[in-house]
């Protein structure tokens, strides 16, 4: 259970449960709130470390759907999780399997979700916590919540891929468990997205999946998800995966667009979507697979796309998320505009973080607060124009 790499390759290592039991619609109702009520498709591992985790909210969003040109459009909330992003999901089992593999303690690299969920959960479990985060690059809700758990957070003067790459090298020599995306568990809880998905669209899945790609974990794990779906049975439509990078940081985006067997990695990623300001995925190759098997492409998208996807979800929908969340909405918006995603389909945005975890006010700077004389003058102008 302690190790995440294989020890011929070096590659990243895969979980396959090995089951002929499957849940069905019907079967689920009543079963418990969260992740684990997918029990038949993930590891058996007793009692889990839980606070709750998955059983987001999917929101129908007509008016949203209107703005951007497409006939149906639902975004998946990441953000209603206990600690407010999808890392709660991997890092429910991640946590459980450290436990059960005997660690005291556990590290992990981040952008900022990651080191907030892991440390909940290693204080819900009981264990040391170490997050590694680039210095003065996380978002202040993300460095916030890692403290407020009370894991040790060590800044690391670079990028968040030096910081993992520092977590990797010295993981051993301070004897604690990995639980970054390299680590395979993680993966399977966060394939349960796409098992909700499934079930809160009532089993059909003639849908395309939208998903901002940081280190291309989670593209990777929900297509998981749904290829499990098939496997037993469940589903007949494989959705397409179609992954959200920002253009300061899109490796991925590069590769695909220009037709190349390996990315060029990006030294010096930058973007507003700090969750997602990684040159270097280490899932890159799990991350392609998936999108190509399931006929999809990997897309990039300007910070400004960010910014504005972010102002129309929000004052159209009332529904809000950190940057990184919105880039998928940006994404539609841009290639429905241009042609290159068909208006005439259903797709489905993850929405992966709060959006309090991200409070700058160079992401709201299009709504200044005013006096509220000005207001008050102005919106008596209006009304007197009224009566006239
Ligand atoms: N969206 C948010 C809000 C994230 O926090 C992340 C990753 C992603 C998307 C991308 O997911 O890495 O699986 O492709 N955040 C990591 C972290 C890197 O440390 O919290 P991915």
């Known amino acids: 259970m302690r190790s995440y790499r294989c020890r011929c390759c070096g590659g990243p290592l895969e979980v396959r449960v090995e089951t002929d039991q499957v849940f069905s619609l019907n079967s689920l109702s009543g079963r418990v709130q969260s992740i684990w009520r997918y029990e038949e498709l993930l590891p058996d591992l007793g009692n889990p470390v839980t606070l709750g985790e998955g059983m987001t909210r999917l929101v129908r969003c007509e008016r949203l759907a209107k703005l951007i040109g497409v006939r149906n459009l639902y975004v998946k909330l990441e953000g209603t999780n206990p600690t407010g992003s999808f890392k709660d999901r991997g890092i429910s089992v991640g946590v459980t399997v450290a436990l059960r593999a005997g660690a005291d303690k556990v590290v992990c690299a981040s952008t900022g979700n990651t080191a907030a969920s892991l440390a ?57 468990y990995v639980l970054n995306s390299v680590n395979p568990w993680r993966l399977e809880g966060q394939k349960t997205a796409a098992f909700e998905l499934w079930e809160q669209m009532s089993g059909d899945t003639s849908f395309d999946v939208v998903v901002p ?46 037709g190349l067997d390996e990315p060029s990695w990006v030294d010096d990623p930058q973007t507003i979507a700090s969750a997602i300001r990684i040159g270097r995925p280490v899932n890159w190759k799990r991350a392609i697979r998936a999108v190509r098997r399931s006929g999809g492409m990997i897309y990039d998208v300007e910070d400004s796309e960010i910014l504005e996807a972010m102002r129309l979800m929000a004052t159209s929908e009332g529904i809000a998320t950190e940057p990184a969340g919105a880039a998928p909405i940006a994404l539609l918006k841009s290639k429905i505009q241009s042609g290159e995603l068909p208006r005439d389909l259903t797709y489905v945005c993850i929405a992966t973080g709060h959006h309090l975890k991200d409070p700058s006010s160079a992401l709201v700077s299009w709504n200044e607060p005013v006096p509220v004389e000005d207001y008050l003058t102005r919106a008596g102008l209006q009304r007197t124009r009224f009566r006239e």
Not at 131 to 159: D, N, W, Y
Not at 219 to 240: C, M, Q, T, V, Y
């Open 213 to 258: 790609v940081g280190n291309a974990g989670n593209i990777s794990a929900i297509w998981k998800g749904f290829e499990e779906l098939s496997r037993h049975g469940l589903i007949d439509d494989l959705p397409r995966m179609i992954g959200a990078q920002s253009s300061g940081a899109a490796p991925l985006a590069r590769m695909m667009r220009l």
């Open 120 to 176: 909940a959960y290693a204080a819900r479990a009981g264990l040391e916590c170490a997050v590694l985060i680039p210095k003065g690059k996380v978002a202040s809700g993300k460095l916030f919540q890692a403290r407020l758990f009370g894991a040790v957070v060590c800044e690391v003067s670079g990028t968040f891929d030096d910081a993992l790459r520092t977590a990797l090298r010295e993981a051993e020599s301070i004897g604690a």
